[in-house]
């Protein structure tokens, strides 16, 4: 497996394989964290400075959380601005090497093709002696617990992904199936970033409705009140570099729901940005909930050497909470893992003073001494033994989470039944894409554990939760003004625990009046175990808009960021993500953010023909909803879900596309009937598929860097 590189570096060569790697030091950088509600939005700015004799391309690969909608890359050379814009990933990877090649500074970011939580920053053809500022923002939701606490982390730390030896030909299609793995060992130069002497990260911290603010080496705590909103809290600190940073907010009357509409843009020929968005936070409690259900318990327990010293001390402290904590009559076992696992059972066993002391035994001995991070095969081998019927299985995966076949781990876990994993991502650097899409995708939850930190109320938390029984069949009902369209963002209904806080988002299309004072309401139904529930909630919708000099319209991008994470959890057409990517200029795995500065390069007759802007507003138009939002749960208010109103309200943005909308036929060929396909093309000239791939992915990519960029949608 070749050596990834972390943190900034410069390089030669054409290929990922012949490249010349070097570290790059940072000048300064530039964090502002604002915190509204439980909503984070955050602004990195980097300060680099070309001191070579010639120009240098630049790379800084640096972590993000899974869960953050990075909506704006901006670049500025001599005072000159780069606006980087949302385009298909690969057709922005042609972008951004024909524009180097042809001698412009360009700039590309996206998520890494191996792993959605770390992020690829590169700048081309940047000019010798010359000071480049890189700015990214994005907007994340707070991770929040049943203590009426919320937790911000700004992750500095990247740790090395373990994967099984691969070739240069299939290093990003790696499975844990190979008999012989390695762990990915780097020198310290290779992970760490290097800096200039007088290197600092300045954190501006803005928290709206804080008080009592306390201040530790790379933590901050601080009180929020709801009555204090109005007035923001500000904080300025030299951040330590080498540990990640974490904001720990304590809500203080924050129980009682609450609602905010986030008004549109207007005047945005935007569909998305136009729509009003509404975010309903609350914690819901349940009357029918059953009681504590007979549960399985299997303890799957990290001991691969990335646990050595904190971490797994961490694991074997919460794996004894766990076990002296377990409810009588259920069943439990532990998993160790590593390069290979063991279990301390063969099958599961009861709870009883017996087998809690061989599981503690076991316990006082573990150790990080069973190599690399080898996640898939004892999950899979505990999957294969089915749950007793009358047993519902909560298993609990303790793991620092460096492993990059994340997706591979995430389908396994969507197939089985009657089975949540609780994961706990432990130690700073940890993947946060696997931690939440595992637990994600078995309707469990996720929490972290930082290095340093307390964790037996997030321990008990989590068992509390494993206890009840699941919530399933969510349906929402919204009670809104008149003639209301309501979008569901996500269409399913995030995983659902008593007491526990939930945040809703819900796309509006339809005008809410300012002075609007009628009922609004939110009925949830569902099944809690084998009954059936119904929980009212009434708010009062508080109006949000985005002032002149603010356009991040975070909700708008958290409920597109949302919205992206399910189609991807559910492996949707990716010509349906990049659409919806596009329209909302939030990243996702299909799409990059790319800029090419035209000015930095003296511009010739030749260049000025080809320089037509790569992005029409086809994605910038209603006709996207086609794309992007026709397969959303679509609800009129006051009514439930109706089937097929989704398709009907796609055939009306339809009906409303511009002319140069075309629809044609593909001609006969010497193929069978089968090849033949009616094409949607949001383009302004027309396209030919060129292969059967092209024609299974649905959209067409351009090879033209300066080409008009279009899609297409493969029908029958």
């Known amino acids: 497996m070749n050596t990834q590189r972390f943190g900034l570096v410069s390089f030669t060569g054409n290929t990922t394989y012949d490249r010349n790697y070097r570290s790059v030091p940072i000048k300064r950088a530039e964090i502002q964290i604002s915190i509204a509600g439980f909503i984070a939005n955050v602004q990195s700015v980097l300060h680099y400075i070309n001191d070579c004799d010639n120009n240098v391309e630049i790379e800084f690969v640096f972590p993000l959380d899974t869960n953050a909608a990075v909506y704006k890359f901006e670049a500025e050379i001599d005072d000159r601005k780069i606006v980087g814009e949302v385009y298909d990933k690969l057709q922005g990877k042609v972008i951004y090497q024909d524009a180097v090649h042809s001698g412009y500074t360009a700039m590309y970011m996206a998520e890494d093709d191996g792993a959605g939580d770390i992020f690829r920053l590169r700048l081309g053809n940047l000019p010798s002696k010359t000071t480049a500022k890189l700015t990214f923002a994005y907007v994340q939701e707070l991770d929040l617990n049943a203590d009426q606490t919320g937790t911000f982390v700004l992750p500095t730390v990247l740790n090395p992904r373990y994967a099984p030896d691969c070739t240069p030909t299939d290093e990003l299609n790696v499975t844990e199936s190979q008999e012989e793995v390695t762990k990915t060992s780097l020198p310290e130069s290779d992970i ?10 300045n954190l501006l911290t803005e928290v709206a409705g804080g008080e009592n603010l306390k201040v530790h080496d790379n933590k901050m705590e601080v009180d929020v009140f709801p009555e204090a909103v109005d007035k923001v809290m500000t904080s300025t600190k030299r951040l330590q570099h080498g540990s990640d940073f974490s904001l720990l907010l304590h809500y203080k009357g924050f129980e009682n729901p609450r609602a905010i509409i986030e008004k549109g843009n207007k005047d ?3 569909a998305f940005l136009s729509s009003d968005i509404l975010m309903v936070n609350f914690s819901p409690e349940f009357k029918e909930l059953e009681k504590e259900k007979l ?3 299997v303890f799957v327990i990290d001991r691969s050497g990335s646990m050595t010293g904190d971490r797994i001390k961490k694991a074997k402290e919460a794996l004894l909470l766990l076990l002296k904590s377990l409810p009588v009559d259920c069943l439990f076992n532990v998993v160790s893992f590593g390069s290979d696992f063991s279990f301390l059972f063969p099958k599961s066993e009861q709870y009883n003073e017996e087998n809690l002391e061989e599981a503690i035994n076991l316990q006082k001995k573990m150790d990080a ?3 690399g991070t080898e996640i898939f095969k004892p999950l899979e081998c505990v999957f294969k033994t089915k749950p007793t019927d009358s047993y519902a299985r909560q298993i609990f995966l303790l793991t620092d989470g460096e492993v990059r076949n994340v997706s591979k781990i995430v389908d396994l876990v969507r197939e089985q039944k009657n089975t949540r994993i609780f994961t706990f991502g432990i130690g700073e650097g940890c993947s946060t894409e696997l931690v939440r899409g595992v637990a994600k995708a078995s309707r469990g939850k996720a929490t972290f554990v930082k290095d340093n930190e307390r964790l037996k109320s997030k ?20 009670n809104l003004p008149k003639d209301c369209l309501v979008i569901n963002s996500p269409r399913e209904v995030p995983a659902v625990f008593h007491g526990e806080k939930l945040i809703l988002y819900a796309i509006i299309s339809g005008e809410i009046p300012e002075d609007y004072s009628g009922g609004t309401s939110l009925k949830m139904v569902g099944k809690a175990g084998e009954n059936s529930f119904t929980f009212l909630l ?3 919708m508080n109006l949000r808009r985005s002032s002149d000099t603010d356009n991040s319209f975070p909700l708008h991008r958290l409920a597109a960021k949302t919205k992206l994470s399910e189609m991807e959890m559910n492996r949707s057409d990716d010509y349906m993500m990049v659409a919806l990517s596009t329209m909302v200029n939030v990243t996702c795995k299909y799409t990059a953010f790319i800029g090419v500065d035209k000015k930095g390069k003296e511009t010739t007759s030749t260049d000025q023909d080809e320089d037509t802007s790569c992005k029409t507003e086809a994605s910038d138009s209603l006709e996207d909803i086609l794309f992007g939002l026709s397969d959303l749960d679509l609800t009129m208010a006051k009514s439930s879900s109706r089937p097929g109103l989704g398709r009907r309200f796609a055939n009306f943005c339809s009906s409303l596309l511009p002319a140069r909308l075309k629809t044609r ?3 006969k060929s010497s193929r069978s009937r089968r090849d033949e396909k009616t094409f ?8 030919k598929m060129k292969s059967r791939n092209e024609r299974k992915r649905g959209y067409f990519i351009s090879s033209c860097p300066y080409e008009t960029k279009s899609y297409g949608l493969c029908g029958r």
Do not use: H
């Open 680 to 687: 949607l093309c949001l383009s302004s000239r027309p396209y």
């Open 459 to 478: 321990v008990m938390a989590a068992l509390k939760c494993s206890l009840q029984c699941a919530i399933t069949d969510v349906s929402l009902t919204w």
């Open 369 to 371: 001494d069973m190599g």
């Open 192 to 201: 760490e970033m290097a800096y200039y002497s007088d290197f600092s990260v």
């Open 295 to 297: 549960c399985e318990f």
């Open 538 to 540: 009434y708010f009062d």
């Open 268 to 270: 945005a020929q935007n």
């Open 665 to 667: 036929k593909r001609r």
